[in-house]
């Protein structure tokens, strides 16, 4: 009874790399469609702040909108009103939001 179970547990291997091959293409999946768009997106927001100048108007990532009045290598000092300045973090401008700022509104016509 006992070697039958132990022949019943034995498994080809065809069976083996069947299941390889699934965890292969499930991890490909989940690169090609979680991790690779992610990186991406980073690399784009990476060369935002590093492009930001003078004068670009942004939003940050808590909403604020602002002009830049001034920029180092770490911060930015946003003019949010005349004589107002507030200082931010470079990692703190957000690509999305000033994007949205800055591309025109898109209106259905119907």
Do not use: C, W
């Not at 939003?59 to 770490?74: N, P, R, S």
């Not at 004589?83 to 470079?90: A, H, P, Q």
């Amino acid at each position: 009874m006992i070697y039958e179970s132990l022949l019943l547990q034995t498994a080809s291997p065809f069976q083996n790399a069947g299941s390889i091959l699934m965890m292969v293409g499930m991890f490909a999946v989940m690169y090609f469609f979680m991790i690779r768009p992610q990186q991406k997106k980073q690399k784009e927001q990476r060369k935002f702040t590093e492009d930001l100048k003078k004068g670009d108007e942004v939003v940050t990532l808590g909403g604020m909108h602002g002009k830049i009045a001034e920029i180092d290598d770490k911060t930015v000092t946003l003019e949010v009103a005349p004589r107002m300045k507030i200082l931010f973090d470079r990692t703190a401008i957000s690509l999305e939001n000033t994007q949205a700022l800055t591309e025109p509104e898109k209106t259905d016509k119907k």
